[in-house]
């Protein structure tokens, strides 16, 4: 049974910090990309990150970009979120997923999902 199962969301004010973690059971983790999601009350789910198999090749959203690093610790089973320099903007549920193929930026290409944790920055 898969699960990913993610912590380290809560309240932070503007200009601080958070670092998400997903941990992974159930799947051979090495064998999948991961990415990293969110969605704002009144929004669609939003590509924030994503980082390959090889933890080489990396990718972000607009809107996070320079702000936020993804990584991963295969030995671990866990994907990271670093958040710095956090905006209002960026409140919202995140979401952790795991992908084998596609395109990493799209909600369909994930075949496995955490349950979210919610991040709120306030100003």
């Known amino acids: 049974q898969v699960q990913l199962v993610e912590s380290g969301g809560g309240l932070v004010q503007a200009g601080g910090s958070l670092r998400l973690s997903c941990v992974a059971s159930g799947l051979t983790f090495n064998r999948y990309a991961m990415g990293w999601f969110r969605q704002a009350p009144g929004k669609e789910r939003e590509f924030v990150a994503a980082i390959r198999r090889s933890s080489g090749s990396l990718y972000y959203g607009d809107s996070v970009k320079g702000r936020f690093t993804i990584s991963r610790d295969n030995a671990k089973n866990t994907v990271y979120l670093q958040m710095d320099s956090l905006k209002s903007e960026d409140t919202a549920v995140y979401y952790c997923?795991?992908?084998?193929?596609?395109?990493?930026?799209?909600?369909?290409?994930?075949?496995?999902w955490g349950q979210g944790t919610q991040v709120t920055v306030s100003s």
């Open positions: 997923a795991a992908s084998y193929s596609g395109s990493f930026t799209y909600t369909d290409s994930y075949a496995y």
